[in-house]
């Protein structure tokens, strides 16, 4: 039986000008003295720091299967990714937590998702596409679930980033 490809990536943390090592190294903090005492203790190593992956495969999974019943959609999204948080990252169990629209990077959106009463995914805002948002900056290539887009940066009529979710 052939496995599904994992609904997330790996970024090429190597490349320059590529930043996903935030935080300080371990070697940096391994040893610190206890203010209490003049004792040095050893401190555990941090678990659990996720580095470098992109979950834009999952959310162009999702959005390719709205419509459909979330139990099923749930099931075969948890089982080909590494954690099930990024799936709650753009879809809501409830209408009244969800949001139109959400960032997953500086210049990147996705349609707000949520499940409505019979169990089906469904888009917060079916009518907000590409050229219902304007970008916030000349330099960056706005996208709105993948598609670049339409309108032109305004510095007069700059819009306001409150009204998106940021991960």
Known sequence: MK??????RKVNTTARGVHHRFGSDFRHSRLQVN???????????????????????????????????WDTVFSEAVAR??????????????RSDAQDCIRTGEAS??????????GVLQLVNPSMNASSLAPFCACCTHT????????????????DRSLTRQL
């Open 35 to 69: 203010k209490g005492d003049l004792a040095t203790e050893a401190v555990p190593m941090t678990q659990g720091v996720r580095r470098g992956l992109d979950y834009t495969p999952l959310f162009r999974f999702l959005l390719s299967r709205v419509g459909q019943a």
């Open 81 to 94: 990714l590494d954690r099930k948080e990024p799936i709650f990252w753009m879809v809501s169990l409830r």
């Open 144 to 159: 709105f679930n993948g598609h670049p887009f339409t309108q032109r940066f305004d510095l007069e009529q700059r819009p």
């Open 109 to 118: 959106y996705f349609s707000g998702l949520w499940v409505d009463d019979a």
């Open 3 to 8: 496995t599904k490809a994992p609904l997330y």
